[in-house]
């Protein structure tokens, strides 16, 4: 494998490269110049590197380049391009240039290095234009030219265009096709899972071909995940007739191949072959004991394992498979029961199985277990890996010991060993969950001068935690650090932006001696809220990434022409190929705008989603994938929801705490509360912190009527409080509402006690206790607290008579309503909106519309501004005297000037025209729904359905029954096209 890992599966990289590091220079094939003349050579190279990576101001690059006398040949300047790999647009640049250096002429060395720089950005059309250029000049193409430019395609997943390489090349008289070439493209066709075409070439492979056992373990894996088990028995019988390997490999091969793709009944029948053969040696037995343990049949494993015990095969290794088969159906104490029998066994536990165990110890908050299994295994004398040390790190930040985490990770140095970019990964993930960002800033430095890249991911992650704990300067130093990795060596990229411009270690001892408590206190001292109070339908934020500054990559009219096509059939193969038409770029903020438009057609963006996954420049981000996990749960299709989410994972997307809380919220609105409690205590296991958010979500989910846990809320309120997380007022008085309403008067009282010791406004706390009371119909505890409120440090306000107001008349007590107002205006307390609201909803209910018109005057003559709820309020009084058409007027009037009608609006005109014998009206308002971005509930139909058949208009309620199944059809993703791509 040579320096740079140019095609290392085939070795059709260029033949002159550099180290990882850059600076030596590999001459193993430069032929027989001695120590002087490379040591002249490789200087030559650094100066004109050193060139083309300088930025002089009114000093041209092609300038300086001349100036530096150098006589280039190929051999200089293809090692030149070498250098360039990370920053491929100079060496687009320079091999522009030097070709109009008198005297040079590139050759088929040069264009190979160029054209392998080309397809690792995926430059298509630029490696199309050099291998055009090579016939232009009469360069040779030699084998490894166009190995270079079929494996680029095979990477791209550009099928077509490979194989009319291959055509090509095939046409040459100048190249015989070796095994490198077979090899490339089997690969590629089996990565693609392009199963059909990979048997195709393989039966037109010549025989004397041979293309190693990894590409035919790569082939038959490949025909057994499509399940065509045939084709798989034919490779495995023409490897032993014509390849000659022999019968036990080529047998092992195709039972492992049908055991890693979960076919485990033409497994059982390979292995019953093998055993009448008496092929079936202990690495047979290995093979279906893990094939069953990974597809969860631990019923057969077990009876495996008994038969191997008979025959004294059993190893560590066997041991080992059944473990994980537990803790892979998350039953850690079978597996637990299952080291202690290997140990009886006779068996030595492996460094695999203990890093296992303890990793599920961790995630279920069994840290001392997983602490003593560790012990176990070094008083065993078994080594620990960095595997193990990297799982250790990740149980200690867990459960707050960020030293010990610390002393771990220096001994994974001090064993003679190299932290792992994985150790470093989990290290700092867990960091920013434990938001410990200064010291996950401080990891990332000492990861990047191991010469180290992080991935995006890292970076969010961390510039995330910054911001979310305030440290501005930081977050902002690190964004620029990932800038400059877009052409820099980790280590030049911590040279343009080093951390120890920032001095952080104040910082980092102020943030680490703080828990939430101080982190909340932070913010309030800033002014700046943790999140922004919402209502619980509002959208939470779908990724870290979404709290960064991104440019915007897309326009308007490339969403709008999408959404345009994705609405405008429901047959999605006429869509797919109105998408293939289309000559657009799609980036992840394209795609995530695109599905946000499409949300009330949620099965079409979905299957979007999966078409554009599949294009060979795209990936899916964190983001997107938050996206469509929010649509498939907001069109309740759950079942999709957690595939989507299991995709995610699988595509190594770093799912983040908004991805739970997404989820939380779609059970939630769904007031599927047990399944929000579930993926909450999911999440926790998994590592995951809750936010605020999280929290307050789902406090106020589990307060509501629709699927209320009130123990439960408990719960979750007072982990909140002692995480330190101030609630918002509308979490606080839907919580304090149900306690109420179940009788819970001194559990509310005990909560609100709680909030203010927490640091919880004093006044706001009491003001809202009131109102739940009041809400509750719990008048007499309301009007004592209200009475005696001084003694609790509060002043009476305008929200606490607003409640009293509203409760007293709810109880047909004007007088004593109208006496509490009055009092309100001799100390000086304004009137609100609430108020007068509730005294027109008073006059309307004694069918007195001219007095509630009056109330409305005043209201408005008073600057107090009407709300949806009283418009609402005088829209349902008019419908109940009969005055449709002044009910109407009122709507109209929303819709023109505002406030503009939400759900409920509708739903209560709805219903009243449905009672008033009006449907056909009523059916216009779903239409205004749809139209206004509004999904209609099933409740909205069945009312609209039922007042239609009342009237006696079968036909059109039969139509609205199937206007209904249309939208549901096009909200909930059935369609197994994607399904399928999703598994």
Known sequence: MDALGFLADDGSGPSCSVTASGSEVSFREVGNGNAGD??????????VTEVLRSEVPGSPIEQRLENLG???????????????????????KFFDWVRQV??????TETYNTMLYIAGEERNFEAMERLMAEMDKDMCLKDIKSWTIVMSSYGKARQISKMLSTFQAMGKSRYVAVDSKVYRTILRALCNSAKSELALEFYKDMPRSIEVGSDVFRLLLCCLARSDNAEAVLYVRDDMIKSMKYPEEYCYLEALRSFCVSGKLEEAKKVFQQMMNKSLANSSAFEILLRGLCKNGRMDKALQVMEYMKSKSCASSATFGFLIDGYLRKREHMKALELLQEMKEYGCVPLASSYTQLMQHL?????????YRLYEEMQENGIESDVVTITALIGGHVRNGH??????????INENGQRPTLKAYTVFIQELCKASRPLEALKLLKDMLESDFKPSEQIFDRIIFSLRYNHCLEEAINVERMRASFNSCSPREGLQCRTLDQVDYTDKLKKLSGSGPDGKERTLEFNGHPLYEDSDISGILPCDDTQHLEQEKDYNNEDVEQIYQILSSSNCWSSIQQALEMLSLYFTPNLVDAIMKRCKANSHAALQFFSWVGKRSYYMQTTKTYNTAIKLAGSAKDFKHMRLLYRQMVLSECCPTVDTWNVMICQYGNAGL????LETFYHMKQGGFQPHKATYCHLIMYLSRRKGRKVDAAIKIFHEMCHAGYMPDNGM???YLSALCECGMIDRAKSSVVLLCKHGFSVQAGYSILIRSLCRSDRMAEALSLFNNIEKYGCSRSTYMYGSLIHALLRRDRFDDAAAMLAEMKNLGIPQSTHMYTSFMIYYLGKRDVSKAMDVLKEMTDNGCEPTVVTYSALIRGHMAMGMVSEAWNVFQHMKLKGPVPDFETYSMFMSCLCKAGRSEDALQLIHDMLNGGIIPSAVNFRTVVHGLNMEGKYK????????????????TFSGSLVANSCV
């Not at 509360?673 to 929000?676: L, V």
């Not at 206007?963 to 549901?968: M, N, V």
């Open 70 to 92: 150098v006589t280039y040949t190929p051999r200089i300047v293809s090692m030149v391009l070498n250098r360039c790999f990370k920053k491929r647009h100079l060496g687009f």
């Open 956 to 971: 059109l309620a039969d139509s609205v029954l199937q206007s209904k199944w249309h939208l549901r059809s096009q909200r």
């Open 402 to 411: 960020i030293s010990e985490a610390w002393d771990a990770f220096r001994k």
């Open 38 to 47: 490379i040591e002249d050579i490789s200087e030559v190279v650094h100066m």
């Open 732 to 734: 606080v008085c839907t």
């Open 362 to 370: 961790f995630a279920f908050d069994q840290h001392e277990a997983a």
């Open 102 to 107: 008198p005297g040079f002429q590139h050759t």
């Open 673 to 676: 509360t047990e399944m929000a």
